[in-house]
């Protein structure tokens, strides 16, 4: 063992040493070893705390679809129950009952028919997880049904746009399902019905339509995919159901669009997820699942144990998880209520169209979309004819907006139309329309600077090869 005195780690200081004018500050932080002795709360802090000064500020971060920003009572309440394990049921029953209510909430805002007292549906770490649930339990149901009419149950699929997000990889691979894909197209830019309708057989064990496309931020047609397959199951005798990912738009439709028919009024639509740690509005580490009805959320994926002090039942990958992101949520739901989460999503809606409203008046840009904006999420792109000549790209754009601390993502768009890059902003709360103010003039101040370039950008060098597809694939209007 190291003689402390000997020790680059050791840091030296109490509680009557400036924190400045400790040893710890003459030393790099550890990077292999565990240091040989303890510091001070205070030098402690300091140092983990300078580690993260060079990154971007959450607010500024518009490539995150995750919430930013609660007001200080929120934040509160979480820290508070920062040290509560949501899986103690027994140790912290009323957490347990809380989580139901907000499960009860979010079926009806979706329209269950259910009419139990406590509605089906489950707690999840992010949407990832809840996404997760929907598909296993769409498995397992279709598992059963094949077991009972004798037939083979070895070669499962799903059918989903190439719009997914990467969950929906993670979860064909770990259970072995064929994930068929219906590619995006610019005449198709979100799910093209008929093609994943001609995908589905025997061995489909559901249909995943996006609300709130990752890439896009539009979303798929539930009730046209929903009366599609309503035919196909018809004539074919199948039970292909529906799970809506509807990690954003969950809690935009109920709320903007509250006529829109996408949820369980829809005849197949057996169950949903969402993020309540993205337009739910609560820090990150939360997702939920809803199901229809009790009957389509299979029996044996609900486990129970009886080491914690009483049996405990749940519904879940993860075990252990933090209750505070339950506290949050509950408190969002009695803070706002529907009219404040109406403001709130339409606030942001109207700030992501003003963003679109004066970036597609550059000479430079269009939207990706020209329709209306669904959700708050705005994507553009650089003009054809203009990238043609231009010497740099969006990701040069996208490396000037970082050193004014914004993160703005320029990437490509999924298979099929991989040669069309992209720029996205999301629009939650916490950025308003004087910050969407200040990003318009940094971008403009960005492009003027790359619009005096002589020379072509290491990026735009790059690019050149896919410039002539790229200008012959999408014309002026966007469509």
């Known amino acids: 063992m190291l003689d402390p005195k000997n020790d680059p780690y050791f840091r030296k200081g109490d509680a009557k040493t400036d924190v400045f004018g400790s040893d710890a500050m003459l030393q790099p932080s550890p990077v292999d070893r565990i240091p040989q002795g303890p510091t001070t709360p205070e030098i402690a802090y300091q140092m983990v705390k300078d580690e993260t000064f060079a990154q971007t500020q959450p607010r500024l971060n518009l490539a995150t679809f995750v919430t930013t920003y609660m007001d200080e009572y929120a934040t509160r309440l979480m820290n508070e129950a920062v040290n509560i394990n949501y899986i103690d049921e027994t140790e912290y029953p009323r957490v347990a009952v809380m989580c139901q209510k907000c499960i009860n909430i979010m079926a009806n805002l979706w329209n269950t028919p259910e009419t139990n007292k406590w509605k089906a549906g489950a707690l999840a770490i992010g949407s990832s997880e809840a996404c997760m649930l929907g598909g296993i339990a769409a498995l397992k149901r279709w598992r059963e049904r094949r077991k009972k009419a004798g037939k083979p149950y070895d070669k499962p699929n799903m059918v ?60 798929d047609d539930v009730e046209a995919l929903d009366a599609a397959l309503d035919k196909y199951n018809a004539e074919t005798g199948n039970e292909v159901c529906i799970h809506i990912d509807a990690a954003s738009g969950g809690f935009i439709l109920p709320f903007l669009n509250p006529e829109k028919k996408w ?23 939360l997702g939920w699942v809803v199901w229809k009805d009790k009957k389509y959320l299979p029996e044996d994926m609900s486990f129970t144990v009886n080491y914690l002090g009483a049996e405990v039942t749940q519904v879940g990958l993860n075990y252990s998880r933090p209750a505070a992101q339950i506290l949050g949520q509950y408190y969002q739901f009695i ?128 690019m050149e090869k896919n410039m002539p597809l790229v200008a012959k694939t999408f014309n002026h209007t966007g469509k």
């Open 160 to 219: 989903i746009s190439t719009g997914y997000q990467v969950v929906w990889e993670k979860f064909a691979t770990f259970w072995d399902i064929e994930m068929r894909c219906v590619p995006l197209s610019l005449e198709h830019p979100t799910l093209d019905i008929d093609t994943a309708i001609k995908m589905c057989d025997e061995n489909t064990i559901c249909v995943v339509p996006i609300q709130g496309v990752t890439w896009t931020g539009l979303n």
């Open 263 to 285: 949820d369980f009024r829809l005849k197949w639509v057996l169950s949903i997820s969402t993020s309540g740690h993205k337009f739910g509005l609560v820090y990150p580490g």
């Open 335 to 462: 803070r706002l209520g529907f009219d404040g989460y109406k403001n709130v999503q339409y606030n942001s809606l109207q700030v992501a169209k003003y963003l679109k409203e004066k970036v597609a008046a550059m000479p430079e840009f269009q939207p990706y979309a020209q329709e209306d904006l669904p959700n708050p999420i705005f994507v553009w792109l650089m003009k054809p004819e203009y990238q043609k000549t231009a010497k740099w790209t969006l990701y040069d754009l996208q490396d000037k907006l970082a050193q004014k601390g914004w993160m703005v993502p320029a990437y490509t768009m999924p298979a099929n139309i991989e040669n069309i890059v992209v720029m996205r902003t999301l629009c939650k709360q916490g950025f308003s329309r004087d910050m969407a103010d200040q990003l318009l003039a940094d971008i403009q101040f960005a492009v003027d600077e790359l619009n005096k370039l002589e020379y072509p950008t290491p990026t735009r060098i790059a």
